[in-house]
């Protein structure tokens, strides 16, 4: 399930092994993961793909990596979610989407 928090954001939150009836859901893959309290669970993430220029693509990503290095609180994506299915439709550096983000860069 995704669940808003407090500053507008959606993030994970309860997981279910069943298609729920109501509510904002992802579906994916959960796998055991060994952990103290025993609730603990590793969620793959489906979000392995962001469309852009591929003449970009590369100064993109090293720039993701950058940031997620130095401020990952920073990095955010906004994303459609319909019936468990998730694309991303922009990917956001210090508040600034990637494109602009990159051609800022001196």
Sequence with gaps: M???DADGFVRWGEVLYEQPSQG??????????WSEDGETVYVEQP?????MN???AREAAAAYNAQIREAPEDC???ARVLEGMI???ELYLDGIPI?????ARP
């Design 2 to 4: 995704l669940e808003p």
């Design 24 to 33: 904002l859901y992802v579906k994916t893959q959960a796998m055991p993961y």
């Design 47 to 51: 979000l392995d793909r962001f469309y």
């Design 54 to 56: 591929e003449y970009a």
């Design 76 to 78: 955010y994506i906004r």
């Design 87 to 89: 694309q991303v439709e």
């Design 99 to 103: 494109r602009e983000f990159i051609r």
